[in-house]
Structures are given as C-alpha cells and as structure tokens.
C-alpha cells in the first residue's frame, strides 16, 4: 500500500512537469468582455482548409465563446504596407485586445514556422506603427519568413474602427525587412539587431533629433554603445529608416516605458544565450532521479 502511494505521489509530481500551466484554464466560462470586445482571428488566404483547422487549434481559437474572424490576402499587403498583391498569405494571428497601459505582448506559437521574424521584431515594428495595449498570437501551419503576419494584424484593427497611419504602417513594414536582413547578412544575432533597434528608438525619444545628421549620431552612438559592426550600406539603411520616423514625427516618448520594458527583455536574451542548455540539463537529472527513486521503491 505504501508503495503504491509513493507511486501516485511521483506520477502526480512528473504530471506537473509535463503538462503546461495553462492546460486546466477556462475554456471560455469566462463569457464575452463587453470593455474590450471580442478576441480577433485573422487567417492567411492561402491556408488549406487543413492547415487553416492546424491554425485554429494552435491558436486556441476555440477557447474563446465567439471571435471575429477575418481573411488577409495579397491585395490587403498591397494596401497596407505596398506589398505584392500576388503574394501568398499563410501567418495568422489572434488579437486580444487589452486595457491602456497593458503595454503589447506578442507569442510566436510556432517559432519553427517563423523562420525570419522574432517576436522582438514584431514588437518593435507594431509600436512604429501605433499598435498598443494588446497581446498578439502569431502562427503558421507552414515555413514563412512571417512579414505578412503585419498585414493582418492592421486589417484587424482597420476592421475594428482603429484607424493606423498608412506611412506609419510602411515604415514598419520597412523595419521589419531592414531587422530581418541585416540579421541575415551580417550574422548579427536576432536578438541583438532587435535591442539596437529598441535602443535607437529610446535614444530618438530621449534626445529629440531635429537633423538628419542628429539622427546618424544617434544610429552611430548605439552601434557603438553594442559593439555592433555594420557594413555602411546596412548603417546607411538604418539611418533612412529612422530618417523616414523622424519625418512622420514618430513620437517614441509616448511608449518610452514600452521600450525600457522591450530592451530588458531583449538583454535577458542576450545575456541568457545558454539558458535552455541549463535547463535541459536541470531537466534530465530531475527525471533521471526521479526515476533512481521509483525503481528504489518497486524493487
């Protein structure tokens, strides 16, 4: 009888390990928030309706009572962002809508199907664009570079009544192709390309830039401040990017606390590179005890 609690006790512990913290949540029993509105799906045209049910359920689209669902296609890249009308949409995201002063929290739910985009990236491009007070899911049944996930997020707001600047919505979407190559042609870490971003923007809101020469010295001084090497084509590229943000009168001040938060959070990535390795290891000789100790009890 003893051994037989001892057992019950140890698949209890390993239970708590293995299934996630949010998998005895509310189903929806929560009912529909009539403040903030309802939860906002929005699927990539191109999805099978295969992969388009894949998507659901990574979504957890069916957690929630009612949503309102939405198609993106190429013609909606087109009018958002400039982009290929003919282009073929597969990221989708969930929008949940939170009170001012939440601040915007994104979740990539499938990082393998994300090849290019982080979710820091994702950040920071939402915040030029004026996108706030949110948390954001982004998904994909298939491999994408995940840029046209933005195209949906801004015809969900659209769609919702909030009107986003069309200029401020390209410049993002320019952001976004600037973080997204200068990672890939430089071998600069995500993570790292994602805090110079975040700390140009900090220094912009801080020191109010009122020439394109000002705007250089800032773009030089962080590269500097991060030990960053880049070529003067991809230096070039993000002083006009942040050229463009100043012309548009981007007023970064107003999500100063955002960006603190932003860049903590990209440092801890930064400094944390062999987190995971840790863990792992901490992990296996967990359940490597554990299993010492059940085999000690059966024997």
Do not use: C
Request: hydrophobic share 40%; proline share 2%.
């Amino acid at each position: 009888m003893k051994k037989r609690s001892l057992l019950f006790l140890a698949f209890i512990v390993i239970i708590g390990f293995i299934i996630p913290k949010g998998a005895f949540a509310s189903t929806g029993s929560e009912g529909i928030n009539e403040k903030l509105g309802l939860p906002i799906v929005v699927y990539g045209e191109a999805l099978t309706e295969s992969q388009k049910s894949r998507v659901t359920e990574l979504l957890e689209v069916n957690q929630h009572e009612q949503v309102d669902e939405f198609t993106v296609t190429g013609q909606d890249l087109a009018n958002y962002i400039g982009g290929n009308p003919n282009s073929n949409m597969y990221s989708s995201v969930k929008i949940l809508h939170q009170d001012n002063g939440t601040g915007l929290n994104i979740e990539i739910v499938t990082p393998d199907h994300i090849t290019e985009v982080t979710k820091e990236m994702y950040a920071n491009a939402l915040l030029t664009a004026g996108v706030e007070n949110a948390d954001v899911f982004v998904a994909s049944s298939v491999k994408v570079s995940g840029h046209s996930a933005l195209t949906g997020i801004y015809k969900a707001y659209e769609a919702k009544g909030v009107t986003l600047d069309k200029e401020r919505m390209e410049v993002a979407s320019e952001e976004l192709d600037v973080a997204t190559s200068i990672s890939e042609k430089s071998g600069i870490d995500q993570a790292q390309v994602s805090k110079l971003l975040t700390e140009i923007k900090k220094a912009i809101a801080e020191q109010n830039p009122a020439t394109k020469e000002e705007v250089e010295q800032i773009v030089q001084d962080q590269l500097q401040n991060l030990n960053i090497e880049l070529s003067p084509e991809d230096r070039q590229r993000l002083v006009d990017l942040f050229e463009q943000m100043r012309d548009l009168n981007i007023n970064f001040d107003q999500v100063k606390d955002q960006l603190d938060e932003l860049a903590g959070g990209i440092q801890d990535l930064v400094n944390d590179e062999g987190f995971w390795n840790s863990l792992t290891s901490a992990v296996k000789s967990f359940f490597q005890s554990l299993a010492d100790f059940i085999r000690s009890i059966v024997s």
